[in-house]
């Protein structure tokens, strides 16, 4: 009797993991859907992503967010507002236009409301921080342009033009401005940065100067490797800690904004550095080829040296400057890895309990401009085979035993 719930539970996990070789390879060609609205051909599957989202939010995921990331609220509705607005670019009649709309509205509220400032200080030299600026006013700058100048809301231009002002005023006294008291990261004013670049995109341009000298003090302050540090001294902005996969994979998607020199430079390296295989599959890692570290609250998990937030946002990232097929082969891995869960009119990732990965993979897929070539993952599907069989000679061999 013992002997056979030994086999059992060794059988079991067998099991699973034959299952999720399979769903694996089954997901791993994934692509997206697309129908015909109008004019517009629109990618159902984003669509789908957006409705789960919104369902999340809903149920307050946002908050639940905040219990374990220090900037969940914010960074959730900010992220879920950028995807509706890269979404909505170029559709002038499209019926998801009002939605969209209103849905950044909504994010904006909660963004700007006492519940989104709770967790940042007003007393620093920039109020509230860095993050808190970057994020709340590339979102508000995102709304204003995909809106007609003669729809634009009054006291939203103001509150932009007042936030870029105190922005261009903190980063002329120092490169880095504080997220919070004595720490100061650079992927988040290069969101205040890429702020600046919009406002002179929507209205009167006032800062090319200001930025000018900003990306002159960026330079001055590389890490050894010459990449933009992952965090720095605030006092006079040396690397604290060099390049991180997560935090250069998101500052590339601003940077090409702001200076294109330096964004084809950084991107060099990025590539170089961070971009790289296992198994067949495409990710990005979190720490530079032949660094090793561990995973942390901006990195998600990190398997095998691949970051998970690096991976997710690097597709996108590498969409943006013009690596389609590399991006279209982190698509892939992504849609193995976080294990897709979809229903008539939603889409969620890691079976929807972890919706701050679901706002970042939506974001990241609504910022890939074409979808490259089709992938075929041999490499993946050898090694998923081997492993499949290797897997069913073991169960077989218990199953065997057990008649025997």
Not at 22 to 39: A, K, L, P, Q, R
Not at 116 to 141: I, K
Request: with cysteine.
């Amino acid at each position: 009797m013992l002997k056979g719930i030994f086999k059992l539970m060794i059988a079991l996990p067998l099991m699973v993991l034959m299952a999720l070789v399979v769903t694996m390879n089954v997901n791993i060609n994934n692509t997206s859907e697309s129908i015909i609205s109008g004019d517009d051909k629109v990618d159902q599957t984003l669509v789908k992503e957006l409705r789960g989202l919104k369902k999340a939010l809903d149920q307050h995921a946002d908050t639940d967010m905040q219990h374990i990331f220090p900037e969940g609220y914010v960074f959730f509705n900010a992220i879920y507002a950028l995807t509706w607005s890269s979404f909505l670019e170029h559709r002038a009649n499209n019926s998801f236009v009002s939605e969209g709309r209103a849905e950044m509205h909504k994010a904006l509220l909660k963004i700007n409301s006492p519940t989104g400032r709770a967790p940042f200080n007003d007393e620093l030299s920039l109020p509230y921080g860095s993050f808190y600026n970057g994020w709340s006013s590339y979102v508000l700058g995102s709304k204003l342009k995909i809106e007609d100048a003669d729809i634009r809301d009054k006291k939203e231009m103001d509150q932009f033009k007042q936030q870029c002002a105190a922005i261009a005023k903190a980063i002329q006294q120092r490169t880095y401005p504080v997220s919070y008291y004595g720490s100061a990261w650079p992927a988040d004013v290069m969101v205040c940065v890429a702020s600046l670049s919009l406002h002179d995109k929507l209205f009167t341009p006032q800062y090319k100067d200001v930025i000018d000298h900003w990306v002159t003090e960026v330079r001055k302050h590389v890490d050894a490797d010459g990449m933009i540090p992952h965090a720095v001294l605030p006092a006079d902005g040396r690397a604290r800690e060099p390049a991180r996969g997560s935090s250069l994979a998101l500052m590339l998607i601003f940077l090409r904004e702001i200076d294109a020199p330096l964004a084809r430079e950084q991107f060099a390296l990025f590539k170089e550095k961070f971009i790289d295989s296992w198994l067949g599959l495409t990710g990005v890692r979190e720490y530079p080829k032949g660094v090793s570290g561990m995973g942390d609250i901006d990195s998600g998990p990190v398997i095998f040296g691949f970051g998970g937030a690096a991976t997710i946002v690097g597709m996108q990232t590498l969409s943006l400057y013009g690596e389609q097929d590399l991006s279209a082969s982190i698509r892939g891995t992504v849609e193995a890895m976080a294990f897709p869960w979809q229903t008539a009119d939603t889409k969620k990732y890691f079976f929807g309990v972890i919706p701050l990965a679901d706002a970042f993979i939506a974001w990241s897929h609504s910022g890939m401009k074409t979808r490259g070539a089709e992938v075929s993952f041999v490499r993946f599907r050898i090694y998923s085979v081997s492993a499949f069989i290797l897997l069913s000679f073991f169960f077989w061999m218990l199953v065997k035993s057990r008649k025997s």
